[in-house]
């Protein structure tokens, strides 16, 4: 099936500092989400982008829809220990969904 | 509101052996999606339900994999036999599918992790 292009693969960084991460497809989505995964559970959705250009908040999160409708960015501000896990794109055509290969984030306090 | 269940969190088999996976969706979704996850790897689709009908299942493979969703709530996917490269998590999801926004959106159940020996 197919996978997004998700970077970067891993990240460490201070408490504090803003992460960004993206992805990108050979496809056009009509649909964006950013899911979170932590150890033992499934991806929890964090934000879901519906038009191109759309730029959606969810407190820290910050998360864009791409204008060709082909990638899609997520910016976490001011990390802390909790943002600990593995972020995932996902695009949505219809009711099929496609992943993106996941982002680490490790936050070290 | 309950979450979607999946039953069991671990299963550890030999190879060879058969192996099956519950799921219960969140009530009154009417989406079922079965997932592999494979480690370090985002979730790829092996099958999806509308109700009882699976609509998509073009990356189940079927000379082992099976699943069935009765009376279109819980479902069951199978492994007979087992290989070693079936060790991975198998997550569920449900949406409620009936279009529009926050209908679009799945839910995931925590995993189950297969480990084949």
């Known amino acids: 099936g197919q996978q997004l292009n998700q970077s970067p693969q891993s990240m460490f960084i201070q408490e504090g500092e803003d992460v960004s991460m993206n992805c990108t497809s050979s496809?056009?989505?009509?649909?964006w989400l950013w899911y979170k995964q932590e150890p033992g559970e499934g991806p929890v959705l964090l934000i879901a982008?519906?038009?191109?250009?759309e730029l959606t908040s969810n407190g820290r999160l910050t998360a864009q829809f791409g204008i060709t409708r082909k990638d899609s960015f997520l910016n976490i501000s001011a990390s802390i220990p909790s943002d600990v896990g593995i972020y995932f794109c996902?695009?949505?055509?219809?009711?099929?969904?496609?992943f993106g290969t996941g982002t680490s984030l490790t936050v070290i306090p | 509101e309950a979450g979607v269940v999946q039953s069991p969190r671990y299963k550890i088999i030999e190879k060879k052996q058969p192996v099956a996976f519950w799921c219960n969706p969140i009530s009154g979704h009417n989406t079922l999606y079965w997932y592999l996850q494979n480690l370090g790897q985002g979730p790829e689709l092996l099958i999806r339900?509308?109700?009882?009908?699976?609509?998509?299942d073009s990356q189940l493979p079927k000379d082992r994999f099976s699943a069935e969703r009765l009376k279109g709530v819980d479902s069951t996917l199978k492994i007979q036999p087992a290989e070693l490269g079936d060790s991975a998590v198998y997550l569920c999801a449900s949406s409620s599918g009936t279009g529009g926004r926050i209908d679009n959106e799945q839910f995931f159940g925590p995993g189950t992790r297969l480990t084949v020996l």
């Open positions: 339900y509308e109700n009882e009908e699976a609509v998509d």
């Open positions: 496809s056009i989505f009509n649909t």
């Open positions: 982008l519906y038009k191109a250009g």
């Open positions: 996902a695009g949505q055509r219809g009711n099929q969904f496609y």
